[in-house]
């Protein structure tokens, strides 16, 4: 049976996000390949976790591969559960990040990060969120949000609430209130 809970549903759209989207990659010469997304890492909590767990994954040797590209959703967040027409409504906030370089300039972490990697990853979110059934759409497809591209993470470091830095540089795509309005749970759809 299908979760009816943001953090699930979530979980759910971030694996289906990797399947069909493809990321071009550009080597020490410059040439440029398509590759198949990798497997996304999800994690959700407030920045502190996403930063914790973040490095707990770079003391493995396996976790350095793992750890990008991610989505993170950050909590906590308020639902609404007060509506015979929905089962939840929230808006929540979410990163969609990548390792990057700090030696990289804004037009290199344009092509190298931001249209190669991040705008694929974040386009395919969205249409995973859309055929996911447990979210309603409103009627012209669309599901509100806010969205921002940050620049200076990869520079000048992503911090958390209480200033800790990450350890390594990302480049990011924030999306704030993102309105997910969760369906009443269906039989048809468990």
Same mark, same amino acid.
Request: with cysteine; proline share 4%.
């Given at each position: 049976?299908?979760?009816?809970?943001?953090?699930? %549903?979530?979980?759910?759209?971030?694996?289906?996000? #990797?399947?069909?989207?493809?990321?071009?990659?550009?080597?020490?010469?410059?040439? =440029?390949?398509?590759?198949?997304? @990798?497997?996304?890492?999800?994690?959700?909590?407030?920045?502190?976790?996403? =930063?914790?767990?973040?490095?707990?994954?770079?003391?493995?040797?396996?976790?350095?591969?793992?750890?990008? @590209?991610? %989505?993170?959703?950050?909590?906590?967040?308020?639902?609404?559960?007060?509506? #015979?027409?929905?089962?939840?409504?929230?808006?929540?906030?979410?990163? %969609?990040?990548?390792?990057?370089? =700090?030696?990289?300039?804004?037009?290199?972490?344009?092509?190298?990060?931001?249209?190669?990697?991040?705008? @694929?990853?974040?386009?395919?979110?969205?249409?995973?969120? =859309?055929?996911?059934?447990?979210?309603?759409?409103?009627?012209?497809? %669309?599901?509100? *949000?806010?969205?921002?591209?940050?620049?200076?993470?990869?520079?000048?470091?992503? *911090?958390?609430?209480?200033?800790?830095?990450?350890?390594?540089?990302?480049? #990011?795509?924030?999306?704030?209130?993102?309105?997910?309005?969760?369906?009443? @749970?269906?039989?048809?759809?468990?």
């Amino acid at each position: 049976m299908r979760s009816y809970q943001i953090i699930e %549903i979530l979980a759910d759209v971030v694996k289906a996000t #990797a399947s069909g989207c493809s990321l071009t990659l550009i080597d020490g010469s410059g040439e =440029k390949y398509v590759i198949d997304c @990798p497997k996304i890492n999800y994690t959700f909590g407030n920045s502190q976790y996403v =930063k914790d767990r973040l490095d707990e994954l770079s003391l493995m040797p396996e976790g350095n591969q793992i750890k990008f @590209p991610l %989505i993170a959703l950050f909590c906590p967040f308020k639902e609404a559960r007060d509506s #015979a027409e929905y089962y939840s409504r929230a808006n929540v906030n979410i990163l %969609i990040a990548c390792s990057t370089s =700090k030696d990289y300039s804004n037009e290199q972490r344009l092509v190298y990060s931001f249209q190669n990697i991040l705008r @694929p990853i974040y386009e395919r979110f969205l249409l995973a969120l =859309k055929d996911d059934g447990r979210i309603d759409v409103a009627y012209n497809g %669309i599901i509100g *949000h806010d969205y921002s591209e940050n620049y200076s993470y990869g520079r000048y470091g992503a *911090h958390t609430g209480t200033g800790d830095a990450l350890s390594e540089p990302i480049d #990011a795509i924030n999306i704030s209130n993102l309105v997910l309005t969760v369906k009443k @749970p269906n039989c048809r759809l468990q």
